[in-house]
């Protein structure tokens, strides 16, 4: 087993801090096929592939600079250090840095934080390629995606814009997020907000509790495994009735093996629901809008640009992005 530390190591030099600031930033990705599961917890290797559509300019900014002591915010609010967050974020950080080196880590959302709206990995992802810059390492999106997944699984996908792939290897060094070269200019992806709270279970303990319970675990990954097929080759024909049906299909199975665990995990709500309901009258008049849902009540709406006025009609406070509005790199 190599652990995290001597994983990182083979990837980068673990040179000391060139400057004494940085600033990044990383789009947050909705996975069309979910990660769910793990086949190795300690470098987050996923048990299946996975596919996200990353949100142009929705996502994290953060800024790195040297401190007297180590600090994190989050939009402006100070993150204390028995929090969670905090830990999590200065045990990534203590993966590149000497003991001696303490930082203040800012990051600015423009997406809700915990909302199931991925956050973790728009943070990690530019976190990853903030230290990049202040350590003046120059590594490859490869290998800063490879990084990036030591904090969190998803944001190995969060290096790129557009679609990207996060496939099953086993071996830790073939294990990043790979774009897609398809441009879907059309595509939108509208974010129905319902709670933007800190979600009822985090999603890697989630993750897990459905790994170790749910009878069901086995057959959602062979399931899903097909589901990342049919959703790679219609984004490849632009079959967006095939994408749509089998986002929304992988989707509803992910939440499904959720409820098989024991005990179960269920983050919709009644506004999910009703919001369910409207999408499927919607397809009965012929509108194709589809939904996906994360480890939270909110939903996000997949469809084309010529239907988003009739879908506003039933939604009007849903939040449109069209997820190729930037044509330039993450690291640009
Ligand atoms: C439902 O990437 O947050 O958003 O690797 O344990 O940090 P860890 O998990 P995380 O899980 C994301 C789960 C998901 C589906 C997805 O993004 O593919």
Redesign the pocket.
Same mark, same amino acid.
């Given at each position: 087993m190599i652990y995290k530390k001597s994983y990182a190591a083979q990837l980068i030099s673990l040179n000391p801090p060139a400057r004494e600031f940085a600033e990044a930033f990383a789009p947050s990705n909705i #996975?069309l096929c979910?990660?769910?599961g793990k086949k190795n917890l300690d470098l987050?290797i996923p048990a299946t592939p *996975?596919l996200?559509i990353s949100l142009a300019d929705r996502g994290t900014k953060v800024q790195l600079s040297i401190a007297p002591r180590n600090s994190l915010s989050i939009n402006s609010k100070n993150i204390t250090e028995e929090s969670p967050a905090f830990k999590r974020t200065f045990d990534f950080l203590e993966l590149f840095m000497a003991k001696n080196i303490k930082l203040a880590v800012q990051s600015e959302n423009s997406i809700p934080t915990a909302a199931g709206l #991925?956050s973790?990995?728009s943070f990690f992802a530019a976190l990853t390629i903030a230290i990049d810059k202040l350590c003046n390492w120059q590594a490859s999106l490869q290998t800063l995606s490879c990084l990036a997944r030591l904090g *969190?699984?998803? #944001?190995c996908r969060s290096l790129h814009h557009g679609f990207v792939k996060w496939l099953d290897y086993d071996d830790p060094f073939k294990s990043y997020g790979i774009p897609m070269n398809v441009r879907w200019e059309e595509l939108r992806i509208g974010l129905l907000i319902f709670d933007d709270k800190e979600k009822s279970m985090p999603?890697?303990q989630a993750?897990l509790h459905t790994q170790n319970t749910s009878p069901l675990y086995q057959a959602w990954c062979n399931n899903s495994r097909t589901d990342f097929e049919v959703v790679h080759a219609a984004i490849k024909k632009k079959n967006f009735q095939t994408l749509g049906e089998t986002a929304e299909y992988n989707a509803l199975s992910l939440h499904a093996v959720m409820l098989s665990a024991r005990p179960s995990i269920i983050y919709s709500q009644p506004e999910t629901l009703k919001a369910i309901s409207k999408i499927h009258a919607l397809r009965q008049n012929s509108i194709l809008v589809y939904f996906t849902q994360? #480890?939270g009540p909110n939903l996000k709406l997949i469809f084309l640009e010529n239907d988003l006025e009739c879908i506003l009609e039933d939604f009007p406070r849903m939040e449109v992005i069209n997820p190729f509005s930037r044509v330039d790199n993450v690291e640009s």
């Open positions: #996975a979910k990660y769910w987050n *996975s996200s #991925a973790s990995a *969190s699984g998803s #944001a999603s890697r993750m994360d #480890a």
